[in-house]
Structures are given as C-alpha cells and as structure tokens.
C-alpha cells in the first residue's frame, strides 16, 4: 500500500516538474522509467490527465517505444547487440548461450529477479562486437567466457556493500 | 614537472577497459609517488589498439596498446611515463600509418583534447567558425555552407546549404534546429565518437545553424543507447552556457539560442527525420507524409533543420576556413569528407575520415587489413542495415555517393560491415526482412505487411520449400516494398534483400546465374 502510494506520488512529482516543456511526454516517460524501472499501467491516467491526453494516447506512446516497459525489470538488464556487425562476430552464438546461461529468453526476467534480457539493436560499439550493455556499462568483444565473468562481477559487487 | 597521461573515456574504449586502465594508473603512479596529470581524451578510433594509453614527450604523444590493467605496473617499470619501450610500444601515435593517412577535418580534434573542457576546444581552433559567423550576414553563412558542397552525412545526402536556405527564407516566429542523433545502424559509431570525443563541435555547429537560419531553439534528439554521450553532450552544453557560448546575448551578438537535448526510446524508426519530429512532440513515431517538408512545416508546424551529428559537426570547420577549402576534397558531386566506419569481421576496426574517392577495396584491406578471423571476405554490407552487400566484384567501387548510387547500393552514413566467408547470405536476407518488421511503425501497409509476408517467405526459402516459385514471389514482394513504402526503412529493405539474392543465389538454394534486379 505504501508502495503504491509512494510510486504515485512519484509520478507526480516527476509530471508536474516535466509537463510544460514542449512535447513532454517522452521525458516524463524516461523519468518514471529512470526512477522505478519501468512505466506502471497505473499511472497512465494521472499522465493523461496532466498533458490533457487520452489514456489511449499515452498508452499508444508507451507501447510504441521498445525501451519502455510496463513491468518491473530485474535487478540487472542485460541488452545483447543484435544487429549485422555483431552477427558477423558470432553474436548469435553468444545469444544461445546467454539464454541458456540465464535460462530466460528475450523480454524475459529470471525468477530470482536478478537478470532481465533484451536484446538491443546497435550499441554504436561496432569496432569491438559483440557488444553488451548492462545498466550504462558497455562490453566490448564478449565471449561466452567474458559474459559469465561479467555477471560474476556484478554478483560480487552485491556481496561486497560499497563504502 | 608533472607527465600529462591520456586514457580514453569513449564508450567503445571503455568497453575493452579503459576505466580500470586509469584507475590502475592513477593507483600505480600514486605508489610510486609520482605527479601526473591524468587526461580522458577520446578515441582516435584505432579500436584494435585500445584501450590506448598516450603520454606526452617532448618527441610527441607516445602510444601504447591495447593495454590492460594488469600491464600498468610493467609499463611503469619500463619509464613508459618518459616515452620508454614496451611490448605494447606504439611509437608516436599521430605517425601511425592509420592515422596518418587519413584527412582528419570533422574528427581534427577527437582523440587529442579533453572532450568537455572548454578552454582546450578554444587551445585547439574551436569556436572560430562561429566567430566568422557572427561577422557576417545570415544569407553570407548559408551561402559558405551550400558552396562546401557539404551533403547530409546522416544518409540522403541532400545538400545541407539548400536545406538551410528554404528555412532562412520561409518567416515564422518561431524555428527550430535539430540535430539527428538517432544513430540506429548497424557498423556506425562515427555521431557517438563525435558527441562523446569533441562534443562542443556539434554544439558549435548547431549554433551557427541557428543563427544562420533564425532559429533559436536547437534540440539534439539522441537515442537512448548512448549514455555515454548524453552525459558528455549535457557537461558540454552547460559548460557552453556558463561561458556565454549558448543562451541569450551569445558572445555579446544580440543573437540568442538555446539547446537540448531529448532522448529516444530504443525505436529505429525515429531516425526518420518526420518520425524523429513526431517523437520530440510526445507522440509514437509514426512517418508523417511529406509534403510539406520540415524545412517549411516541421517541428510543431515550424520551419526546421534537420540535420545529421556530421553534418552539424562539419559546419565549424567550413565557416572556419571557407566553403572553398572544404568542398577542395572530395570527388564529383561528392565533396569534403566522409568518416567512414569500419566494423564486423575486420582485423583494423575503426573510424576512417577521408576524402570522398578511395575504392572500398583500399579501405578494406589497407586500412582493415582483411579480416578478423584471417578467412577470405565475402561481402560487405555498407550503409546500415539498409544498405546493400557488395561482393568482392563491388570492392573497387570508389567511395562516392553516385558512383555507389549507379550500381544500386548506398553509401548511406559510412557504416562497413565485413562478413567473412562463413556467413550464410540467405539467413541475413531473412534478418533483414525481420528487422523491418520490428522496426515498422505501422503507418504504412507495404513495410508493416511486406516485412512480415518477407520473413515468412525466406523462411520458406531457406527450408528449400517451392524455392523457384518463393524467389519470385519475394522478389515481387521486394517491388512492393521498395515502390509503395512512405520512407525508407520499407523503401530500402530490398536492398540488402535482393543483393543478398542477386550476388550469392547459392545460398538460397539456387543455382543458376542471378537475375538482375
């Protein structure tokens, strides 16, 4: 409940702050999605209302936007390149094993809610594909090795509190 | 006295571990207790030797790469810090034949300088184009930028300074600049190398465009995938402000502009610059049909520029030294340079900025060096992920946008993609028929339909169903497509589709000769 509440007046705050710059929908999206991961279906009406838009307009943006997601992400989003130039480095070799790996495939979170999966097309890290991106870290020539060494670091970080 | 020792912080140097290389340095010198002076400079773009660790000599910058964290201590032992020898020596960075050879305008700064510092952007011939542009009249700017012969580096190709001048001369009290940097193909990092290695040149450039045209807004649309360059572009636009370089009263001229920049949301299709106009709105990124062109009714039915990051980028330099000096490069209608950008299956990955002219042979193998994994190149995609596969029968095709246009490929924005020998033609073909589908915004029937229909119909191929009877069909289905879409990720998708048919019908399954398209 209190959750919600909060998650609310989020939202509120983030649309009232952004609401009149021209075309703000998009930065209240990438606001909401910053803050708490992802847009909750919920607050489709209170964004509505705010930039005197349809739910359906707001929604139809929503959904329109590959980055955009209505469900809580993982704790990580692993987004693995796609497209031609880490195809010819063996990309797709990469892409078996991380689903296998992971035991997920795209669009999907694991069930300890640690990794989710998406695949991305072009990170503009071309010269060293396959390219990798989890949270604003980009990896460069990922191998099936250096994948699992990846997530390892990011497991030990969680053991290791920061100062 | 204190040794100036360059990391770069560009996002692909990182990727191969540039932070830890720093952080390692830093440590190691403080152990040592020794003073440097610790500089992320961005890319020259020689990706295979990064990260690449420079330190300034009396001789020069001295090189060193790829290095990794764990060969920091050893490069300490070796003096590296007084230029001393090391397995991964270099020698001089700038007398690398990669670097040496290529005609470096646009990219003149990136790789030498601080990228968010403004003071060096000034040490290093930044901001003089502006000042020139704001000593003469705003026809007299147009006119240096249409006599460059300066073409939208983005991929259209339309020439920059006729684009300038109908917005000039249409009245509005409102105009706007965007700056596209929505850059979604595939092979491409040049826009990123530029916002993330030299971002006040884009910022200049976009300024000068304002004050050329009359508009006082600039936005950089910017795709969500580069963090790394939105954190850069924003440090950069608020140290320009601070400075009097954006705003009001601009370096005491009276004129006035002012930037920002908006983030995409992982969709291709906003690279699209009526889709791209759409989104900045608020809205789904649906094509909006043209006429009337964005130079008259564009953003919120104002007139506007739209413009690539290289066009933008290349601007300052011209305004600098003259029309004339830039437009002396280049070949044919084709003028100045082009950063082209090496990538795939290459061993010498990187950013190659020359003068239009050089054959994709020459770039492939002099500057490449063939391909990463040793085995013989098979085709090359160049242009992004619309653009055609050229066979080795294409390789001597000079890099110019006619003469790729004459034998139906595309320049496009520079992007090269290297396949070696082992890539399966028809498996692509399908790619790229999958890509459209997913990347279509829906408004039109042949991209939203015929990418699907496409899909399924080179699946059918590749299961070597009815493959004759499939060809033609998708070939027909190609027609559709490239005639009846609104834009070009519909209207282009044939492309590498039917060169991927055309010049390797084997791996669809056939055996005679290929039809001409």
Known sequence: MTAAVNTQALVNDITSALKDKPGALLPILHGIQDAIGYVPPDCVPDIAKALSLSRAEVHGVISFYHYFRTTPPGQHTIYLCRAESCQALGSEDLETYAKEKLGIDFHETTADGKFSLEPVYCLGNCACSPAMQIGHDIYGRVSADSFDAALAELQQAELEPSA | MTITVYVPNDSSAVSLGADRV????????EQRGISINLIRNGSFGLYWLEPLVEVATEQGRVGYGPVQASDVSSLFDANFLQGGTHALSLGIVEDLPYLKKQQRLTFARIGKTSPTDLNDYLANDGYRGLANALAISQADIVKAVTDSGLRGRGGAAFPTGIKWNTVLNTQAEQKYIICNADEGDSGTFSDRMVMEGDPFVLIEGMTIAGIAVGASQGYIYLRVEY????IALNTAIANAYQAGYLGEDIQGSGKTF???????????????ETSLMESLEGKRGLVRFKPPLPAISGLFGKPTVVNNVISLASVPIILDKGGDYYRDFGMGRSRGTLPLQLAGNIKQAGLVELAFGLTLRELLYDFGGGSASGRPIKAVQVGGPLGAYLPESQFDTPLDYEAFAAQWTVLGHGGVV???????????????????AIESCGKCTPCRIGSTRGYEVMDEIINGHNVEQNTKLLR??????LNGSLCALGGMTPYPVLSALNHFPKDFGIDEPAQVA
Do not use: Q, W
Not at chain 2, 22 to 29: L, M, S
Not at chain 2, 423 to 435: G, I, L, N, P, R
Not at chain 2, 476 to 481: G, K
């Open chain 2, 258 to 272: 002012h930037l920002e920049v908006r983030l995409g949301a992982g969709a291709y299709i906003c690279g699209e």
């Open chain 2, 476 to 481: 027909d289905l190609c027609n559709t497509l």
């Open chain 2, 22 to 29: 720093a952080k390692a340095i830093a440590a190691e010198a």
């Open chain 2, 418 to 436: 290297v396949f070696d020998d082992t890539v399966d033609m028809a498996k692509m073909a399908k790619y790229s028929m999958e890509f459209c």
């Open chain 2, 227 to 230: 963090p790394h360059a939105h």
